[in-house]
């Protein structure tokens, strides 16, 4: 597969990123320190590259019958303006990828997978478009997005938009998008995010994306802003409780054993592709009295547990870690791991298992961090 890379490449390189393959895209890493940059998103704002990621435009008369079709949530019920987080599953039930669906329109939606996922989503969503009057179109490739996360995000917005559009954007509520001029450039500017923190991501042509970048990157500099790469993402979102997928979501797990269970509307009209098998993996409890669950675990030593690591009870393995790290926030380890129900409620005592040495951790309840609003 030919490397992939975003249309601020160059600008990574002039900041000294170190770069990783990522869904067969060439991403930062890390800029200078990974530490740094978690806690300017904590403390202040990080400025992030997002343009791996997939966006899908759907538009049509029956744009929202055919979103409640191919995805489990009741999608037709959006607002104009407004986003929702949903899930594309397999008939069985098995995860294909999560996203977020922000109506732009009466007829005009667009949906944004994960950066190694979009093809698969893009021919599933084609394929499921048969019979319904609408279009599916890939605009991935067109596509830049630039996110500016962390408590001064609302401050340096304000810095790049008109007076009239920084009291349209920064009256956003959570999980909302609209149009604005950004430094002189047409964006869809949504307050979403995936760190915990406050938020702002921007969706811009790929012919704009250096001169938004360098805009956002002179506005943020006096709040303490800095570029930020996915090693710090990845630290923020596991903080935040967020699921990766490959980690946390795949195929062969279902929205009930991770805890997920609220996104899927079986109460909406008409069929839904997965609606059979989760109707009876609902009806049979999966995920709140029989199988697994997904979990916190809060390491109550100084020993950090990794994705794949057994979770013990009283020796025996009932799971395993999906992710895990030291919390940079928090002071001590944490991570999400799939439990036996019956070892899923908080302050359940476990063990992991790092590398033959079983470590004490507590299932604790999600999100490990909380902003203060």
């Known amino acids: 597969m030919a490397q992939k890379f975003t249309a601020l490449h160059a600008e990574h390189e002039r900041l000294g990123a170190s770069f990783t393959d990522f869904g067969g895209w060439q991403m930062p890493l890390k800029y200078k320190s990974e530490l740094a940059e978690h806690r300017a998103v904590r403390e202040a704002a990080g400025l992030f590259d997002l343009s791996h990621m997939g966006e899908v435009r759907v538009t049509g008369p029956q744009a929202g019958a055919y979103l409640d079709y191919a995805l489990v949530g009741k999608l037709s019920a959006i607002a104009v303006g407004k986003a929702k987080y949903s899930l594309i599953c397999q008939?069985?039930?098995?995860?294909?990828?999560?996203?977020?669906?922000?109506?732009?329109?009466?007829?005009?939606?667009?949906?944004?997978?994960?950066?190694?996922?979009?093809?698969?989503?893009?021919?599933?969503?084609?394929?499921?478009?048969?019979?319904?009057?609408?279009?599916?179109?890939?605009?991935?490739?067109?596509?830049?997005?630039?996110?500016?996360?962390?408590?001064?995000?609302?401050?340096?917005?304000?810095?790049?938009?008109?007076?009239?559009?920084?009291?349209?954007?920064?009256?956003?509520?959570?999980?909302?998008?609209?149009?604005?001029?950004?430094?002189?450039?047409?964006?869809?500017?949504?307050?979403?995010?995936?760190?915990?923190?406050?938020?702002?991501?921007?969706?811009?042509?790929?012919?704009?994306?250096?001169?938004?970048?360098?805009?956002?990157?002179?506005?943020?500099?006096?709040?303490?802003?800095?570029?930020?790469?996915?090693?710090?993402?990845?630290?923020?979102?596991?903080?935040?409780g967020m699921p990766l997928y490959g980690n946390e979501l795949s195929r062969d797990g279902s929205p009930y054993e991770a805890g997920l269970g609220g996104v899927v509307a079986l109460s909406k009209e008409g069929d839904f592709v997965g609606r059979a098998a989760l109707q009876q993996k609902k009806d049979a409890g999966v995920g709140t009295t029989?199988?697994?669950?997904?979990?916190?675990?809060?390491?109550?030593?100084?020993?950090?547990?990794?994705?794949?690591?057994?979770?013990?009870?009283e020796g025996t393995q009932i799971g395993e870690v999906t992710s895990g790290q030291p919390s940079p926030t928090l002071g001590h380890p944490i991570a999400l791991a799939y439990v036996a129900v019956g070892c899923s409620e908080p302050g359940t005592q476990l063990d992991v298992d790092l590398r033959g040495k079983p470590e004490a951790f507590e299932v604790v309840a999600l999100p490990f961090y909380k902003r203060q609003k």
């Open 91 to 240: 008939p069985d039930g098995g995860i294909i990828d999560d996203l977020i669906v922000y109506r732009l329109g009466d007829e005009d939606y667009m949906v944004v997978p994960n950066a190694g996922n979009a093809p698969t989503v893009v021919a599933e969503l084609t394929e499921r478009a048969a019979g319904f009057d609408v279009s599916v179109e890939d605009v991935s490739g067109q596509t830049s997005l630039v996110a500016v996360q962390g408590p001064r995000a609302a401050e340096i917005m304000r810095k790049l938009l008109s007076a009239e559009d920084g009291d349209l954007v920064t009256g956003l509520k959570y999980y909302s998008a609209t149009r604005a001029t950004v430094t002189g450039h047409d964006a869809l500017v949504a307050r979403t995010g995936y760190t915990g923190e406050d938020g702002f991501e921007l969706f811009v042509a790929n012919e704009d994306a250096a001169a938004v970048w360098a805009a956002a990157e002179a506005a943020g500099e006096e709040y303490g802003m800095i570029p930020c790469g996915l090693a710090c993402r990845d630290s923020l979102r596991l903080e935040a």
């Open 290 to 313: 029989t199988g697994q669950r997904l979990v916190g675990l809060k390491g109550l030593g100084r020993r950090a547990a990794r994705s794949h690591y057994p979770v013990l009870s």
